[in-house]
């Protein structure tokens, strides 16, 4: 079965989607390890709570990049990790990090890209005035939210929108999306061809 780390900074609600698909039975994956790079954050409590091996480095390890990213290696290596998903890590990846992990990083990130990348995605669409807005599951690329696009989902903006109200409905897509694009890589059916990601029917993998 794929073994599947995930990465988070915070909340961790898209994690919590992945961990609740997998109890389900909707999900072919073992989570080898859920880390942080922000002791303390209370995704880690969450994945506790599930029964998730998590890592979670010391403050000053963390607050090391280099420090934080060898230790962070070392340890996905032991594991044996075929798949990365950032579940809402605030970090970017160093090249040699990414160069270990070519097509087998995973981002989820709250607009559809390529409009609004980097911080604050909710906000960017609310000043912008866009009418629909969403999320994005797409491959990690050294860029910033830049690489191919795995998919999509489109919610819509109120007038009446704030920065909170519009999250909490984009939030809502993120949690089935996230885990859907990672059955699709557990199943065999992304091929990246480019910037362009071919999802292949069931059967083909068969
Ligand atoms: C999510 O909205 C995720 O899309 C976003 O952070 C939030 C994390 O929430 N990620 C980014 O903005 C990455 N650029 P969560 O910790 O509850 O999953």
């Known amino acids: 079965m794929l073994r599947c780390a995930i990465l988070v900074s915070g909340r961790g609600s898209n994690m919590e989607a992945i961990l609740k698909a997998k109890a389900s039975g909707d ?10 790079d922000r002791p303390g954050a209370p995704a880690i409590t969450i994945a506790r709570r599930y029964g998730v091996n998590t890592f979670e480095p010391s403050p000053e390890q963390a607050g090391d990049k280099r420090t934080f990213f060898s230790i962070l290696t070392q340890k996905l290596q032991e594991l044996d990790v075929d798949l990365i998903v950032l579940a809402g890590f605030m970090r970017i990846l160093p090249p040699d990090f990414l160069a270990r992990y070519p097509e087998r990083i995973i981002n989820i990130h709250p607009s559809l890209l390529p409009a609004f ?4 995605a909710q906000r960017q669409a609310l000043e912008y005035g866009v009418r629909f807005t969403g999320c994005t599951v797409h491959f990690v ?7 191919p ?5 489109v919610v819509p903006v109120y007038p009446d929108d704030t920065e909170e109200s519009l999250a ?17 890589f557990a199943e065999g059916r992304l091929r990246i061809e480019g910037r362009r990601v071919r999802i292949l029917p069931p059967t083909e993998t068969r």
């Open 117 to 120: 990348p980097g911080l604050k």
């Open 149 to 153: 696009i795995i998919d999509q989902r």
């Open 27 to 36: 999900l072919p994956i073992e989570v080898a390890v859920v880390a942080t």
């Open 141 to 147: 690329d050294e860029g910033v939210d830049s690489g």
């Open 168 to 184: 909490a409905r984009i939030l809502v897509e993120e949690h089935r999306l996230l885990p859907a694009c990672i059955r699709l």
